[in-house]
């Protein structure tokens, strides 16, 4: 079996811009100073509580713990009122077809919660394409190996037959710590020069080349 786990925003839809907005709101919300939107995406993929603890280091914990919360309201106020817009990136769903018709097995591992990645996959008719769904609701935050090492067992694949599919230095470091080959990405949140220092090795630059790079 072989086995390709794929990140979700950044890789697979752009999350960018709820993202932004709910942290915005989050952090106004619990009397904290707005993070710059580039240092908002820095952080994409990476667990609620461990995103807010790097963007406001200094705060103190309650308020940290108020954001965390009022990040979840603010998200969740967007997907009930139909302004939630996480698209997929051009070539993303013909490349996850491509990979599954040569016989790979897919599954994600991502900071979202398990309500948003469903929701997420279900709005654009993928939730069917996944064997194994990892989320920051059930393993500790990447970088840390859980989420592949938890896909690897439900999927019965081994470490050797797997990649780990990201656009962030943190999928990188994850592959790396769960003896999985890391695949990056350059359409997302990190650098390619980023994604290859952090363990990448091979970055593709379009989503139609994951088929070349994953024969």
Same mark, same amino acid.
């Given at each position: 079996?072989?086995?390709?786990?794929?990140?979700?925003?950044?890789?697979?839809?752009?999350?960018?811009? *709820?993202?932004?907005? %709910?942290?915005?709101?989050?952090?106004? %919300?619990?009397?904290?100073?707005? *993070?710059?939107?580039?240092?908002?995406?820095?952080?994409?993929?990476?667990?609620?509580?461990?995103?807010?603890?790097?963007?406001?280091?200094?705060?103190?914990?309650?308020?940290?713990?108020?954001?965390? /919360?009022?990040?979840?309201?603010?998200?969740?106020?967007?997907?009930?009122?139909?302004?939630?817009?996480?698209?997929?990136?051009?070539?993303?769903?013909?490349?996850?077809?491509?990979?599954?018709?040569?016989?790979?097995?897919?599954?994600?591992?991502?900071?979202?919660?398990?309500?948003?990645?469903?929701?997420?996959?279900?709005?654009?008719?993928?939730? /069917?394409?996944?064997?194994?769904?990892?989320?920051?609701?059930?393993?500790?935050?990447?970088?840390?190996?859980?989420?592949?090492?938890?896909?690897?067992?439900?999927?019965?694949?081994?470490?050797?037959?797997?990649?780990?599919?990201?656009?962030?230095?943190?999928?990188?470091?994850?592959?790396?710590?769960?003896?999985?080959?890391?695949? &990056?990405?350059?359409?997302?949140?990190?650098?390619?020069?980023?994604?290859?220092?952090? &363990?990448?090795?091979?970055?593709?630059?379009?989503?139609? /080349?994951?088929?070349?790079?994953?024969?």
């Amino acid at each position: 079996m072989r086995l390709a786990v794929f990140d979700c925003d950044g890789t697979l839809v752009d999350g960018q811009a *709820p993202i932004c907005n %709910s942290m915005e709101t989050a952090f106004a %919300s619990a009397g904290l100073p707005a *993070p710059e939107r580039h240092t908002i995406r820095r952080i994409v993929g990476l667990s609620l509580p461990q995103a807010v603890r790097l963007l406001a280091p200094e705060a103190e914990e309650e308020r940290r713990r108020h954001a965390v /919360e009022a990040y979840k309201e603010a998200f969740r106020a967007c997907r009930l009122d139909g302004t939630l817009e996480e698209p997929l990136f051009d070539g993303i769903a013909e490349a996850i077809a491509g990979l599954a018709g040569r016989g790979w097995t897919l599954g994600v591992a991502t900071g979202k919660s398990d309500r948003g990645l469903t929701s997420c996959l279900a709005t654009h008719g993928l939730a /069917e394409r996944f064997v194994t769904l990892q989320t920051a609701d059930r393993h500790p935050s990447k970088p840390h190996p859980a989420m592949l090492e938890a896909a690897l067992a439900e999927a019965g694949a081994l470490a050797d037959d797997a990649v780990m599919i990201g656009d962030t230095t943190f999928d990188m470091e994850m592959a790396r710590a769960a003896g999985v080959r890391a695949v &990056g990405v350059a359409w997302g949140y990190h650098s390619e020069d980023e994604l290859r220092e952090a &363990g990448a090795a091979l970055v593709a630059s379009h989503p139609a /080349e994951l088929e070349e790079l994953l024969p």
